[in-house]
């Protein structure tokens, strides 16, 4: 077996050269979690692995009141995860990656890395898809952005173009009156991809009635399934069970799992449908009660003022 070339990249320009340099059989490296597993099991055979581990200034959260939260691609799972940042900006980030793997795992995972794999199990895209997440794609031509919701193109298979690195995941600023959740169903609790893992987003108006609403479904098609018909049913409504059934009923029509040793299709879309439901009425509580929180705040206030 001939050996593998190491490089150590310098810059974002300089990796990318590199990608582009060496070619098809080129990969990068970050948190190496899922590229060494894959060349592990001798289903990829890089001859060049390009590691952008080092590059610093793809390591951050940052908060901006224009563009939202900016997440570096090399800010690992555990990073978001216990951000005071992303806390208070996106909580359903936190509540999502506390789910991710083992604590070992989120410490070494990067979310550059999550997302490029293009595995449709892996739980933060539901999570990002949700609150319109968008990605910045560099190149040492220049760098593009495009919606999370594009990326994902087939199975471990995504928009990114020859010598192009995912830099930045970007979270615009959410809505007053929206809350959002992330739920998972896994076998063992931690350390598992999730069976099925739905992500769900409300936004309400001052009279609690939904103004936007979002879905997406993981783990169960060959990408991340965002279902925007199955959503839009409940805007301009109120929940009821009725309503909610009905939105559960059409994401698991979409849902397309294939059976396999964690359950078989049918348990898959039927699990779908109950975390769908689940996910939507504790998104509509979370944003029911910050529009309360928010309503005291401000009753708080005319008090003070008067
Ligand atoms: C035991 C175990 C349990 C896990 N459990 C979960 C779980 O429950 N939920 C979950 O979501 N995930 C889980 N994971 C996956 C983990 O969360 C990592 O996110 C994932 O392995 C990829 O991140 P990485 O940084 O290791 O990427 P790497 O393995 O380094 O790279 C993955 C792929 O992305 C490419 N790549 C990496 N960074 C970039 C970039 N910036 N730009 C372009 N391409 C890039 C690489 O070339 C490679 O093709 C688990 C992993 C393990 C090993």
């Not at 590199?18 to 059989?25: F, K, N, P, W």
């Not at 610093?56 to 978001?80: K, M, P, S």
């Not at 598992?192 to 936007?212: N, S």
């Amino acid at each position: 077996m001939t050996g593998v070339e190491y490089i150590e990249a310098r810059s974002v320009e300089e990796a990318s050269r590199a990608l582009t340099e060496q070619g098809e059989g080129a990969k990068l490296i970050a948190g190496g979690l899922a590229l060494i597993i894959l060349m592990n099991h001798r289903l990829l055979q890089p001859t060049c692995l390009i590691s952008i581990r080092r590059l610093r200034e793809l390591r951050y959260i940052r908060w901006d009141d224009a563009a939202g939260l900016r997440i570096g691609a090399l800010t690992t799972h555990r990073e978001i995860e216990t951000s005071r940042v992303v806390r208070r900006r996106a909580p359903v980030l936190v509540e999502m990656e506390g789910q991710v793997g083992s604590i070992q795992v989120r410490n070494a995972g990067t979310i550059g890395g999550n997302l490029c794999h293009g595995d449709p199990r892996e739980d933060p895209a539901p999570a990002l898809l949700v609150l319109d997440a968008e990605v910045t794609l560099a190149s040492a031509a220049g760098a593009r952005s495009l919606p999370l919701r594009g990326f994902f193109v087939d199975f471990l298979s995504t928009a990114l173009q020859p010598g192009e690195l995912l830099t930045e995941v970007r979270v615009p600023p959410l809505p007053p009156g929206t809350g959002a959740t992330y739920v998972k169903f896994s076998h063992r609790n931690a350390l598992d991809f999730p069976v099925a893992g739905v992500g769900a987003r409300v936004t309400l108006d001052a009279d609690g009635v939904c103004q936007d609403a979002r879905l997406a479904l993981g783990a169960v098609g060959p990408t991340p399934l965002l279902c925007d018909e199955a959503a839009g049913l409940l805007r301009g409504e109120r929940p009821s069970p009725g309503l909610l059934e009905e939105v559960a009923r059409r994401a698991r029509a979409l849902a397309a799992p294939s059976s396999d040793v964690f359950g078989s299709e049918e348990y898959k879309r039927h699990l779908v449908g109950v975390l769908s439901r689940r996910a939507l009425e504790q998104a509509w509580q979370v944003a029911g009660d910050g529009r309360e929180a928010t309503r005291g705040r401000g009753r708080q206030r005319s008090r003070e003022g008067a």
